[in-house]
């Protein structure tokens, strides 16, 4: 997707941290950070994985070419000396990516807390990569989930990613794309998509088609003549019943030529009371495999009333509030430093306080054990993959007193597996037919009670006993090395 070096796509608080690892003799000291997420977007109770192959594709081609480097020399400091050495600008001239990745799979349910992607290997490599690896996946982990929302609320419709001429730029229009398929939608308007990522695309004309042949008849006559088997008509230009009556008119000629009238599309107006009037005509016509798409605005909320108002729609498009995620534009993801090598080569967990409990950190090197019964998903504890599992009781991570539960299970997994090995990818990137299954399934076996958009019942999650404990102790050495420095 980019024909150039991405390393300077990162903040400059990023690059002058490393200055400082480099200047203090850290570069090379061992570390791991955890990217997660705090809450479930849109007022839900999950979230889809998504944007993994991308960031590892990111990490494959991270390097410093000559010119990133030269532009680091042109910044200055408040003296208007060279901000960055040139030992330091040397040091990332030579420098690969030599971190292990372990990910969840794309695709997967992904909880508040749980890390969605863990980074291992030099900390000074570990921070520079920061920014882009939440650029990347906060984004279409967002777009994936609104997908799979919009697509519940279509109770078995298809729906239609629509989005590209609203999105937030060209990248913004290909990874919502990505997302979407990813989150069920079945295919794209947006062509360069479909090439890039294999994405079924679908389309067919404007209201300037209309427009421009000035009379509606002989509008679709003409798109007719010219693509005789992709034929469902916007009808909505002028008066949009009359649309529907025009639709069937030229839906008959072609059936007389052997071909059939896909559907028509409904882009304004009372959605539910023109798709019943147009789903009888098509019907009393002989047409009643034509489908009726309906777009304008739509998310799952809007779908959903649809539904509850008895309408008659086939298909959904489904453009600006899904690309932008419209109701919550960002997903909030963080990337925190959970454990790093001492000067003894002893591992030393590390922990961010804050006076909101779910903003403290989570300690140790961590790995997710989902809990499945009868194949459904009833829980996920989070511990530390250097010490092991301390069994499947969850400690709640917001609440520490609150009482521990154990979920009865019969089958349990990691869900963090090694994508890359010191730098090198340990296989090949996953086809997105196979991410957008993983996330179908997933969601079959997430309760109802979780899966609903009102008040959703929250998934159990939590620390095990030794996280929890480690974590509780670190608090409470934090806040008294504080109260005595403040003595």
């Keep these: 997707m980019y024909g150039g070096s991405l390393a300077l796509l990162t903040d400059l608080y990023q690059l002058t941290m490393a200055c400082g690892y480099w200047k203090g003799g ?52 408040a003296t208007k000396g060279p901000l960055f050495p040139q030992g330091f600008l040397d040091y990332l001239g030579a420098m690969k990516f030599t971190c292990t990745v372990d990910a969840i799979p794309e695709g997967s349910l992904v909880f508040p807390h749980e890390p969605i992607l863990r980074v291992r290997g030099p900390i000074l490599q570990a921070q520079l990569v920061e920014t882009a690896l939440l650029d990347i996946i906060n984004f279409q982990t967002l777009i994936a989930t609104k997908a799979s929302r919009v697509v519940a609320a279509a109770k078995g419709a298809p729906v239609l990613e629509f989005g590209l001429r609203r ?15 990813i989150g069920g939608c079945i295919a794209t308007s947006n062509v360069l998509a479909g090439k890039l990522f294999g994405i079924p695309v679908r389309g067919t004309h404007a209201h300037s088609w209309v427009m421009f042949h000035g009379d509606e008849l002989a509008a679709f006559r003409a798109y007719a003549d010219a693509m005789p088997g992709n ?25 007389a030529k052997g071909y059939a009238l896909a ?17 009888r005509m098509l019907d009393a016509a002989g047409f009643p495999d034509a489908k009726v798409v309906a777009s304008n605005d739509l998310d799952e909320h809007v779908i959903a009333s649809l539904f509850d108002q008895g309408a008659k729609i086939d ?10 995620a419209f109701d919550q534009p960002a997903l909030g993801g963080v990337y925190k430093l959970g454990a790093y090598r001492g000067e003894d080569g002893a591992w ?25 019964r009868g194949g459904e998903l009833v829980g996920d504890v989070i511990y530390d993959a250097e010490h092991g599992l301390a069994g499947a009781t969850l400690h709640d991570i917001e609440d520490p007193l609150r009482t521990p ?19 090198v990818r340990t296989g090949g990137a996953e086809d997105l037919a196979t991410c957008r299954a993983r996330a179908a399934a997933d969601l079959a076996a997430l309760s109802p009670r979780t899966r ?19 974590k509780q102790q670190l608090i409470a050495a934090a806040r008294q090395a504080t109260t005595e420095h403040n003595r």
């Design 26 to 77: 850290h570069s090379e000291r061992e570390s791991v950070f955890h990217l997660t997420y705090r809450r479930p977007p849109f007022g839900g109770g999950y979230a889809i994985a998504a944007g993994i192959a991308p960031a590892l594709a990111f990490l494959e081609r991270f390097r410093f070419t000559p010119d990133d480097l030269a532009f680091l020399a042109t910044l200055e400091d």
């Design 167 to 181: 999105a937030q730029g060209i990248d913004g229009g290909l990874a919502a794309s990505r997302a979407a398929y």
């Design 231 to 255: 034929c469902t008509f916007l009808v909505d230009t002028y008066d949009t019943l009359d649309g529907v009556a025009h639709a069937i008119e030229v839906g008959r000629e072609l059936r």
């Design 263 to 279: 559907g028509i599309r409904l882009d304004s107006g009372d959605l539910a009371h023109l798709s019943i009037e147009a789903r």
């Design 315 to 324: 298909v959904f498009g489904v453009g600006t509030k899904l690309v932008t």
């Design 348 to 372: 030393r967990e590390a922990i961010k306080l804050s006076e909101q409990p779910i903003k403290i950190s989570n300690p140790g090197i961590l790995q997710v054990r989902r809990l499945r």
């Design 405 to 423: 539960v154990t979920p009865a299970f019969d089958a349990s997994a990691d869900l963090l597996v090694t994508m890359m090995e010191r730098g």
């Design 452 to 470: 609903r958009f009102l008040n959703p019942q929250p998934y159990p999650v939590g620390l095990d006993a030794h996280v929890h404990g480690r």
